[in-house]
Structure formats: C-alpha cells, structure tokens
C-alpha cells in the first residue's frame, strides 16, 4: 500500500461515496470523487474498480467513448497486476471480471446497428412461437423462491415490455412442468460478477423454455431496503428481455438491456430491437 492506513480508508471512502452518487444520478459530483480517490490510490489494486465503476457512470449517461476510455484503463491496470503478481490468489476471480469488460468493449467497438436499434449486435436471434400467453411460472419456495409480495412484483415488471406493435401478455401457471419461463432465487451466481442469468432450452433454433435465475438475498419483500428493491425490479427486468429472446446486451448504457444496466424500463432502442426480432419470423 503505498499511502497510510488512515488516508487509503479515506480515499476508499470517497470511492463508496462516488458509487452513491452515481446510482442518485448525481454525476458531477461522483465524477469529482472517482477523481479524487484515484488520485490519491494512484497505483493500489483498488484503482482497477474505480475505473470500471466510473466508466458504468459514463455509459449510464450516454457518453460512450469516456466510458470507453475507462474500461480499457481497468483491463490496463489489471494486465499490469497480473504481470507483477502472477500467482496472488485474487486474479483468477478478477480476469473473469476483466474478461466481460473486454466482452463489453468488443461489442462497442464491432457494433454496427443503426441508431434506432442493436438487433445485430445480438448473439443470436432466439424467438418465441408467440409472445400472446407465455406461461410463466415463479417459484415460491423458502429456498428457491420468492413470497408472494415479490412475486407479484416480478409477474407486474414483465408488462414493461408489452407495446401495442408487440403485445406480451405472460400469464401466471402453478404447475412448472407448464412454464415457458421459469424464475428462480439463488443465493450466488458467480459468473462474472452477475447476479442475474436466463438460460435457454431450445427446439429447432426456437425457444422452448428460459430459466431466470436472480440473486436475492431474502425470500419477502419486507426484508429488502428500496434500493435492493430497485435493483432486484432492473435485473429482473433486463432478464426478462433475455427471456423473450434478445440473446445479448445493448452497447449503449441508456438500455435496460446494457450489460449493467439499472434502467427500469425499456428504451425505445430496446422495444424496436424486440420488434425487429419478431419481425423477421
């Protein structure tokens, strides 16, 4: 560490202070705290998150090219550490988390959709039969599952999807051995830091069934603070545009389907890449 104790927890301080500030929108002054800790940590490990925490804060308004600038200092940071510090037993879990920034630049940087949508940034194009009745099924058990408050709210965010060009209209079954979309809790993910996951069975190059796996640390709603309820209410809903078939993130930050999104609704980038999926059926 190459400042006193007393004076890293402080820079640390304005680091945390930073991320408040940013998740409230306030982004001058989280700007003026990223720079101010990084300043002051100059080469400490700690410099590779504040660079991808202020790039997220680029991207979450729109300005790709300066969040662009900070991702690719991150992954310089880290390239350096894992020069200097091969075996320290924290650079496998980190060049995981490097690996999805990297992930994310190459599709900033390959993206070639039209300003109105990223259907062809898309990994694959996996469609429903129909969007009209999917059935869905949310699990409600201690361990699994969530209570029926918070399964309600996950049932009602599925409807920020529906438009009048594409109508969604889940509907709730009982029986998982009925769901098209099956949602679950689990208590880690680990893949590349993400707590959230949607996986795929398929059928002839068509949905068959998607399973939506969130991080939630308690199973009633009661228990979680508004802004775990927040967070809990974007991921489900950035999932559930995986579920209905948009295999792959938005290169822009301002979509709830941007890889670390925390939008609550779908941009108008977003519905157009939905109806373009459906579209081409």
Not at 95 to 113: D, G, M, P, Q, Y
Not at 206 to 214: E, F, M, N, P, Q
Not at 254 to 266: G, H
Request: charged letters at 20%.
């Amino acid at each position: 560490m190459s400042v006193p104790y007393e004076e890293f927890l402080k820079l640390v301080s304005f680091y945390e202070a930073a991320n408040l500030c940013r998740d409230s929108g306030e982004f001058a002054a989280s700007d003026l705290l990223y720079q101010r800790s990084l300043s002051g940590l100059k080469d400490n490990e700690l410099c590779i998150f504040i660079w991808y925490d202020w790039a997220l804060s680029w991207d979450f308004r729109g300005n790709s090219p300066a969040a662009g600038a900070c991702f690719e200092k991150a992954v310089e940071l880290f390239q350096a550490f894992e020069s200097l510090h091969p075996h320290d037993e924290r650079v496998p879990a980190w060049r995981s988390f490097v690996e999805a920034i990297e992930e994310h630049l190459s599709i900033c940087r390959n993206s070639s959709a039209p300003a109105n949508d990223y259907f062809l940034t898309l990994y694959r194009a996996l469609p429903w039969s129909s969007l009209t009745n999917l059935k869905i099924y949310i699990d409600d058990s201690l361990e699994n599952g969530f209570s029926e408050d918070l399964a309600r709210l996950l049932y009602q965010a599925c409807f920020v999807w529906n438009t009048a060009q594409l109508p969604v209209s889940p509907v709730l079954v009982k029986d998982r051995s009925e769901a098209q979309i099956e949602i679950m809790k689990v208590q880690f993910l680990g893949a590349q830091h993400s707590a959230g996951q949607t996986i795929y069975e398929l059928e002839h190059n068509r949905l068959r069934k998607a399973c939506i796996r969130l991080f939630c640390r308690s199973h009633t709603l009661d228990a979680l603070s508004e802004s775990e309820i927040a967070n809990l209410s974007s991921l489900f809903r950035h999932e559930f545009g995986h579920a209905l078939g948009l295999d792959g993130h938005s290169p822009v930050g301002t979509d709830l389907m941007y890889w670390k999104s925390r939008c609550q609704e779908p941009s108008p980038r977003d519905l157009a890449t939905l109806q373009r999926l459906y579209s081409v059926l």
